[in-house]
């Protein structure tokens, strides 16, 4: 799929590191996903994180419209 190597290697290094924190956040808070927005300093890490993830499905989008008008 031609994914970046050091993108693999990152996500290989720090997938175990955010499952296990993750699933530590998720005891401390006794299983309440609210438990991760309960802090105005999370609610905008949290709104960053989607306002970066929408950004980048924006090429996304034109590449599919630029292929969707050839056919």
Do not use: H, Q
Not at 11 to 17: E, F, N, Q, T, V
């Amino acid at each position: 799929y031609r994914y970046p190597i050091a993108c693999m290697i990152l996500g290989l290094i720090l997938g175990p590191l955010v499952e296990e924190n993750f699933y530590r956040g998720l005891k401390i808070g006794r299983g309440d996903f609210t438990y991760f927005i309960s802090t105005p300093i999370s609610i905008i890490l949290w709104i960053f994180i989607i306002v970066v993830l929408v950004w980048g499905l924006l090429p996304v989008k034109e590449w599919y419209n630029k292929i969707k008008k050839r056919i």
